[in-house]
Antibody, heavy 121, light 107 residues
Framework: QLQLQESGPGLVKPSETLSLTCTVSGGSINSSSYYWGWIRQPPGKGLQCIGSIYYSGSSYYNPSLKSRVTISVDTSKNQFSLKLSSVTAADTAVYYC?????????????WGQGTLVTVSS | DIQMTQSPSSLSASAGDRVTITCRASQSISNYLNWYQQKPGKAPKLLIYAASSLQSGVPSRFSGSGSGTDFTLTISSLQPEDFATYYCQQSYSTPRTFGQGTKVEIK
């Protein structure tokens, strides 16, 4: 059964860079059938797609975050990563990684458990 | 960006009730619509994809319908474990966007 697990610092200072890694187990990230994505959810609020990456390195970012986001993939480690620069308190959220299924209606399944990142000095 | 609007934002229902949640897209998205369930402190879980296809392992009391701009998620007989927040999500265009959520609470 495919599982995803986010890891990284839970506290980031304003203006610094948020860095998270998603480790995929129970399956290979090297698949033409999936993208691998990041979604975030501010406390008590809704869900926002950040971006996704293909095993080849081809990536897509939400235009609202594009200038600050980098998503990368390490197929040798079966991991993909998120970097979000120049963070502010507005970037405080639970960050989820998820597999993006590229069939019929593209959908996110499964999701990691999520990790809370707080931006504060 | 395509805006997704859910109604109601919250509802109270009893176990055994039939519950319907509506999702409206700001433009036509064909059937590129997914539904997720999220329980407190947990990640969202895929319930329905392509507007009406039931994800493997999801109970058959969940169903989805609609096309174009208007979609519904129906729970035919609400069970105690169904009290949660439900989100729709469009995958017609980028950026992928979610509705604001509908919280289903115990009456």
């Amino acid at each position: 059964q495919l599982q995803l697990q986010e890891s990284g610092p839970g506290l980031v200072k304003p203006s610094e860079t948020l860095s998270l890694t998603c480790t995929v187990s129970g399956g290979s990230i090297n698949s033409s059938s999936y993208y691998w994505g990041w979604i975030r959810q501010p406390p008590g609020k809704g869900l926002q797609c950040i971006g996704s990456i293909y095993y080849s390195g081809s990536s897509y970012y939400n235009p609202s975050l594009k200038s600050r986001v980098t998503i990368s993939v390490d197929t040798s480690k079966n991991q993909f990563s998120l970097k979000l620069s120049s963070v502010t308190a507005a970037d405080t959220a639970v960050y989820y990684c998820a597999r993006t299924v590229l069939a019929a209606a593209e959908r996110f399944d499964p999701w990691g458990q999520g990790t809370l990142v707080t931006v504060s000095s | 960006d395509i805006q997704m609007t859910q109604s109601p934002s919250s509802l109270s229902a009893s176990a055994g009730d039939r519950v319907t949640i509506t999702c409206r897209a700001s433009q036509s998205i064909s059937n590129y619509l997914n539904w997720y369930q999220q329980k407190p402190g947990k990640a969202p879980k895929l319930l329905i994809y392509a507007a009406s296809s039931l994800q493997s392992g999801v109970p058959s009391r969940f169903s989805g319908s609609g096309s174009g701009t208007d979609f519904t998620l129906t729970i035919s007989s609400l069970q105690p474990e169904d009290f949660a927040t439900y989100y729709c999500q469009q995958s017609y265009s980028t950026p992928r966007t979610f509705g604001q959520g509908t919280k289903v609470e115990i009456k």
